[in-house]
């Protein structure tokens, strides 16, 4: 179950978990603290757990922490302490191995990698499909099939001739040649026409069913959602304000569907940003955490999966 508690539960009781609690988790934080260098926290105390087989919708408005959530949960962004973000029961930044070993999948919103001096740039260089797909050490020739035919990518294409949705077929093909038990999708599907979008979905409620993967999802496109998630987390300015299952948020009866739901969450938040007053000196701020903890700036990784 995906949820929110007070890590001084007894165990089982945070998220709302169920039974042994943390051991079952596919994914858990537990009072997690996490800013970027110089700058307010984004993460005070932020708690939440993700069983297997749930497929949860992570939304918020842009800036949230969408994001970065994610890429903490990918080990890409550093928290203090090895039992505050567990993966598979593993420390997500800590333990090296969730990644090499396919069991955590990250699919960014931009697929790049870095060059010298020029940073970060798409990656297009002149090379086919099938290079890169089958450079993929160690992928089982009937699941590379059956994405390829999913994705419908021809392995022919030169990848700097394809455009951003063709290039993204790809990304996502090698990013799910390995079997994984833990999936993060950041913005993944927004290149993708309507039936590869929905093909690609139904593929994926298939490794939650059958295998019992976990999938944690942030997207602004909600058509088919309705049916296909079973949980949504949504985030405030790094604080989780819902997390429950999809069958039992209350907005959702009354609505004809899921867009309509989080398109009034989100207006509502911005006509309450719009009534705060202003802050000024006298006026409680957000803690910072410089100090308190070696672990406040993030640490990027050089690439991206």
């Known amino acids: 179950m995906v949820g929110v508690g007070d890590v001084a ?5 945070a998220g709302g978990g169920d039974g042994d609690g943390g051991e079952r988790d596919s994914v858990r934080v537990c009072g997690m603290q996490f800013a970027y260098e110089g700058q307010p926290p984004l993460f005070l105390d932020f708690n939440l ?18 994001t970065t959530l994610l890429k903490i949960l990918a080990g890409k962004n550093m928290v203090g302490g090895q039992n505050v973000v567990r993966v598979l029961n593993r420390s997500a930044f800590h333990n090296t191995q969730l990644v090499c070993s396919g069991d955590l999948a990250y699919l960014g919103g931009s697929w790049s990698k870095t060059v010298g001096s020029a940073g970060e740039i798409p990656l297009q260089g002149d090379f ?37 949705g063709q290039r993204r077929r790809v990304q996502i093909c090698m990013g799910l040649l390995h079997p994984f038990q833990v999936l993060l999708l950041d913005e993944v599907t927004v290149d993708l026409d309507v039936v590869t979008r929905m093909d690609f979905l139904d593929f994926l409620r298939e490794e939650c069913d059958q295998r019992g ?15 296909w998630a079973t949980h949504l987390v949504y985030i405030q300015d790094g604080e989780l304000r819902r997390a429950e299952r999809l069958t039992e948020v209350d907005d959702l009866k009354s609505s004809a569907n899921l867009h309509s739901v ?23 701020q957000r803690t910072s955490l410089s100090g308190a903890s070696p672990f406040t700036s993030s640490r990027h990784m050089a690439y991206y999966r």
């Not at 297997?52 to 969408?66: D, E, H, Q, T």
């Not at 290079?131 to 999913?150: N, Q, S």
């Open 9 to 13: 539960k007894p165990r089982g009781e």
């Open 49 to 66: 757990s993700v069983s297997p087989g749930s497929r949860c919708l992570l939304l918020g408005a842009n800036g949230s922490g969408k």
């Open 128 to 164: 086919s499909a099938e290079h890169m797909i089958f450079g993929v050490e160690g992928a089982d020739p009937v699941r590379r099939e059956k994405l390829i035919e999913l994705l419908d990518i021809d392995l022919q294409w030169r990848m700097h001739k394809v455009s951003d």
């Open 213 to 227: 993967a976990a999938i944690v999802y942030a997207t602004h496109i909600f058509d088919g959602l309705e049916t």
């Open 262 to 284: 989080v398109e009034a969450w989100l207006r509502s938040e911005t006509k309450r940003e719009k009534k705060k007053p202003v802050t000024t000196s006298s006026q409680p």
